[in-house]
Nanobody, 124 residues
């Protein structure tokens, strides 16, 4: 069974940084793309960023605008989301997801495995 577990969320002031981690188990991590999504209160879940199996290709949502960086360590079965210059509007539950394929994708329905989410709160 594939497990996806996020960590690293918390409370930070506007302009600050957080680094989220996502550890997976249960299948060959290096064969699959990974992604991050988020859901703010009262809003639908939205795509943040995704990375292909090797880490050579990345998709970012427009709002990322150079502030967030996704990376992966295939030796440790872990994907990271470095978030800098955080804004109050970045406040959300952030979800890590494991794709069904090797190529990066923005489509939530192409991810079969999801973590429980980690809360990120940015104060003004």
């Amino acid at each position: 069974q594939v497990q996806v577990v996020e960590s690293g969320g918390g409370l930070v002031q506007a302009g600050g940084s957080l680094r989220l981690s996502c550890a997976t188990s249960g299948r060959t991590f290096s064969s699959y793309a990974m992604g991050w999504f988020r859901q703010a209160p009262g809003k639908e879940r939205e795509f943040v960023t995704s990375i292909n199996w090797s880490g050579s290709r990345i998709y970012n949502a427009d709002f990322v605008n150079g502030r967030f960086t996704i990376s992966r360590d295939n030796a440790k079965n872990t994907v990271f989301l470095q978030m800098n210059s955080l804004k109050p509007e970045d406040t959300a539950v952030y979800y890590c997801a494991a794709s069904d394929g090797s190529q990066r994708t923005m489509k939530a329905n192409e991810y079969s495995y999801w973590g429980q989410g980690t809360q990120v709160t940015v104060s003004s």
